[in-house]
């Protein structure tokens, strides 16, 4: 079936931003009921069904892609009836998300510009205790204002945003990494206890590192970043881990 959703989208001669768009929505439609030859009505509408946890514009999105999907099976005789996914938005379920919280004491001036900075990495790109504390020197350019991140062998390019040029410098005593000392990074228990007690010393409750990653989740939804975009910057293999954040 996947070589009728590549067919599909050649011919729909499609710019490469809409080509992975259609492309995704296509592959979870296929994974839910399975081979184009076997579909049936039943399970285009239980795949109906599970549009109910998506926001309106979401769902709608998938309806097009998969509505128009269905016309091109039909046409090509892949299937004998012409199947449809009507044009309703049912309401969504709640999923107990997080709710953004007011992050402005993280960026206020602060004595401790290590913590500070640490913070920021996750809060202005989102980035995990790991990939922070293997930052390298080298992969990091604020001329062309840029760092390179490497996860499990691979590779992103990340903008620096003002906020974080303006806290940083490159210190000219490090070897390696951009944290470390005499050589060696930082562990993740040295990291979880200094971001822990800077937010103790603002006098707030700590957040953990993956609650502030979710503030910079939820801050990119709110700013109207595409599914797939967010899921390059976080340098994830597949957006599905956070299309629940873009369900309302």
Not at 101 to 129: A, C, M, R
Not at 145 to 153: D, W
Not at 211 to 221: A, K, M, W
Request: charged share 30%.
């Amino acid at each position: 079936m996947t070589s009728y959703i590549e067919e599909f989208i050649h011919e729909k001669q499609l710019a490469e931003n809409s080509q992975s768009s259609y492309r995704y929505d296509l592959l979870a439609f296929e994974r839910e009921t399975g081979e184009a030859e076997a579909l049936t009505a039943a399970k285009v509408r239980a795949f109906e069904k599970n549009l109910d946890h998506f926001k309106p514009s979401a769902a709608r999105r998938k309806r097009s892609t998969v509505n128009q999907y269905l016309v091109y099976l039909f046409r090509k005789g892949i299937v004998s009836e012409l199947f449809n996914l009507p044009d309703v938005i049912r309401l969504p379920k709640s999923d107990n998300l997080p709710e953004k919280q007011d992050t402005s004491i993280y960026y206020k001036e602060n004595e401790d510009k290590l913590g500070q900075l640490l913070i920021l990495f996750v809060l202005e790109l989102g980035l995990t205790p790991t990939e922070i504390l293997t930052i390298e020197v080298k992969n990091v350019d604020l001329d062309f204002k840029t760092l390179i991140v490497e996860t499990r062998g691979k590779v992103r390019v990340l903008n620096l945003t003002e906020t974080l040029l303006s806290r940083m410098e490159i210190p000219e005593n490090h070897k390696t990494y951009y944290f470390e000392k005499s050589g060696t990074r930082y562990s993740r228990q040295w990291f979880f206890t200094h971001i822990s007690n800077y937010q103790k010393v603002l006098g707030i409750t700590p957040m953990t590192a993956q609650e502030l990653r979710e503030q910079y989740i939820l801050r990119c939804v709110e700013e109207g970043v595409d599914i797939h975009e967010l899921g390059r910057r976080l340098g994830l293999k597949s957006p599905i881990t956070i299309e629940k954040y873009y369900v309302k």
